[in-house]
């Protein structure tokens, strides 16, 4: 389930630099670990912060305002204040290009 959407160029992804984006209407954060990507929600569950403004550190993202962590694989929680997973969603490569599966 869910839809394909062109998210951004491969190259504009570059390794520990969260990139922020909306995709028909999806606040999502793309990350590049290595040869491998990620997608989450961009939107910390603690206090609306951007996820793509905080620090890429191994696979896990700090919030930019209170410094909650999630892991960026699973968008599991990991570290108060954030109780609340974010959304992951699938990253694909196609050509030179990222592609997110939004539900
Ligand atoms: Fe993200 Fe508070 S807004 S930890």
């Known amino acids: 389930n869910g839809t394909w959407h ?9 390794e520990g630099e969260p990139l922020g984006l909306e995709i028909a209407g999806f606040h999502v954060a793309l990350y590049r670990i290595g040869k491998q990507f990620y ?28 410094m909650g962590r999630f892991d960026i694989r699973s968008g599991e929680a990991l570290t108060s204040p954030v109780e609340i997973d974010i ?17």
């Not at 160029?9 to 570059?14: C, G, I, N, P, Q």
Request: glycine share 8%; with cysteine; hydrophobic share 40%.
């Open 6 to 14: 062109a998210a951004a160029a491969v190259e504009d992804l570059r």
């Open 39 to 66: 997608a989450t929600g961009n939107i910390c569950t603690h206090a609306d912060a951007l996820l793509s403004d905080g620090t890429l550190d191994g696979c896990e993202i700090e919030c930019p305002l209170h």
């Open 87 to 103: 959304p992951t969603y699938p990253v694909r490569v196609a050509g030179d290009q990222l592609e997110v599966c939004l539900p």
